[in-house]
């Protein structure tokens, strides 16, 4: 099993910039990769960016060149940082852990004023 926390969420004016953060623990030695969603009101759910056990990272082309995942194995935490956001990155932002299933975490709300 695996648990996640986010993190970091908040309200920012468009081109602020946030950063989240999804700290796991339980069996973390067992997570592959570890990605971010966010849904929004109304809206599908949308995969926004992954980080593999080797920090190869991949990101929605809606948040590439303005999103950045990142891993720190130490304290086994991911974080997005979210730069220039726009108001259309409003939801709430879910962190989730593959290993031979997929885990969620609660999320955290992001809301970008204009």
């Known amino acids: 099993q695996v648990q996640l926390v986010e993190s970091g969420g908040g309200l920012v004016q468009a081109g602020g910039s946030l950063r989240l953060s999804c700290a796991a623990s339980?069996?973390?030695?067992?997570?592959?990769?570890v990605g971010w969603y966010r849904q929004a009101p109304g809206k599908q759910r949308e995969w926004v960016a992954v980080i593999a056990r080797d920090d190869s990272a991949n990101y929605a082309d809606s948040v590439k060149g303005r999103f950045t995942i990142s891993r720190d194995s130490a304290k086994n935490t991911v974080h997005l940082q979210m730069n220039s956001l726009k108001p259309e990155d409003t939801g709430v932002y879910l962190c989730t852990a593959d290993t031979n299933r997929r885990f969620w975490g609660q999320g955290t709300q992001v809301t970008v004023s204009s």
């Open positions: 339980g069996s973390t030695f067992s997570i592959n990769t």
